[in-house]
């Protein structure tokens, strides 16, 4: 829908999960699915930054009628499994698309 609405050609917009998450539950979530433990180290002395992250996707509901129900988890989990298998795959040899180059 994206690729050819002329209203969009351009322009950039926000298209992603609306669900606000801080980045260190973030680092949760990702330690969940891949199912690992990470040490976390933090730095109080660094600036603060805004306290979570979120896709507005206001504007891509008013062009197109439509927004993303994929929830966060879920696309988490679905692009960490195909990492995982492109990972394994060529490790085994096998051509991926990650593997192709123009050189």
Known sequence: MIMHCSE???????LGSDELISINALVGLLEEIAGVKFERHYDLTAPRGVAG???DNTFIQQVLG???DTTLRNGMEKTYTWI????????AGKPTPAG????
Do not use: C, F, H, M
Request: no cysteine; hydrophobic share 25%; aromatic share 12%.
């Open 100 to 103: 192709y180059k123009n050189n």
């Open 53 to 55: 992250r979120n896709s």
């Open 8 to 14: 969009l050609v351009a322009t950039p917009i926000n």
């Open 84 to 91: 995982k298998q492109q990972y394994a795959d060529r490790k």
């Open 66 to 68: 439509w927004e993303p």
